[in-house]
T-cell receptor, first 109, second 114 residues
C-alpha cells in the first residue's frame, strides 16, 4: 500500500529553526509537495521537489532524497504565525496526490 | 490569490437529507477535486474532474456524486446524509498539464449530520 509518515506534533521556539520530516512509500513518484494549513483554513502550497536536493524559498526550504523515500521541510527564524499543520504529499505514478496526516507545529514565545 | 469559492461554509442537517455542496472557481482551471478531511487526519480524495463532462471517483466516492457541466462549477451531492458524513469538505483546482501538484483550495464546507 501507499504510505506517508510524518510526526503528529512538534514544538519549537520563536526565532529558532525546526525540521519536519516526511517518509514515503508510494506506487511511483512524480514529485513531493509541502502544504501549510492553519487551523480551520484550507491548505496552501509551500514547495515542490521532484529532483534530489534542497529547494530554498525565503525562510522555508524543502529537501528530497528519492533513494531514501525521504523529505524534510526546514523553517528558519520561526514566527508565531508559522503555527500551523504542515502536510506532506506525494504524487504517484497515476499523478494522484497521496497525503500525509500532517504535522502540527506549535510555536512558543 | 486563489479564486475558488465554496458554499455553504457551515451546514447542520438531519439524517436522510439530500445536500449539495457548491464549488466555483474563476481561474479557468480544468482540473477540480473534492477532498474530505477530518481533524488531524489526511485528505481523502472523493471525486475529481479533468474538465467539462469528465468525472472520476476517488477513494471515498461511493456515497456521493458530482457533475461538471461548466468549467468553473463542480458541485458535490450527498443523496442521503448520515452522521458518518460529518466532516470538512474541501474543493480544489489545478492547471492541466502543469504536473506540479499545486492545488488551490476553497475555504471548505464543514458539514454536521445529526
Amino acid at each position: 500500500g501507499q504510505n506517508i509518515d510524518q510526526p503528529t506534533e512538534m514544538t519549537a521556539t520563536e526565532g529558532a529553526i525546526v525540521q519536519i520530516n516526511c517518509t514515503y512509500q508510494t506506487s511511483g513518484f512524480n514529485g513531493l509537495f509541502w502544504y501549510q494549513q492553519h487551523a480551520g483554513e484550507a491548505p496552501t502550497f509551500l514547495s515542490y521537489n521532484v529532483l534530489d536536493g534542497l529547494e530554498e524559498k525565503g525562510r522555508f526550504s524543502s529537501f528530497l532524497s528519492r533513494s531514501k523515500g525521504y523529505s524534510y521541510l526546514l523553517l528558519k527564524e520561526l514566527q508565531m504565525k508559522d503555527s500551523a499543520s504542515y502536510l506532506c504529499a506525494v504524487m504517484d505514478s497515476n499523478y494522484q496526490l497521496i497525503w500525509g496526516a500532517g504535522t502540527k507545529l506549535i510555536i512558543k514565545p | 490569490e486563489a479564486d475558488i469559492y465554496q458554499t455553504p461554509r457551515y451546514l447542520v442537517i438531519g439524517t436522510g437529507k439530500k445536500i449539495t455542496l457548491e464549488c466555483s472557481q474563476t481561474m479557468g482551471h480544468d482540473k477540480m477535486y473534492w477532498y474530505q478531511q477530518d481533524p488531524g487526519m489526511e485528505l481523502h480524495l472523493i471525486h475529481y474532474s479533468y474538465g467539462v463532462n469528465s468525472t472520476e471517483k476517488g477513494d471515498l466516492s461511493s456515497e456521493s456524486t458530482v457533475s461538471r457541466i461548466r468549467t468553473e462549477h463542480f458541485p458535490l451531492t450527498l443523496e442521503s446524509a448520515r452522521p458518518s458524513h460529518t466532516s470538512q469538505y474541501l474543493c480544489a483546482s489545478s492547471v492541466t498539464g502543469a504536473e506540479t501538484g499545486e492545488l488551490f483550495f476553497g475555504e471548505g464546507s464543514r458539514l454536521t449530520v445529526l
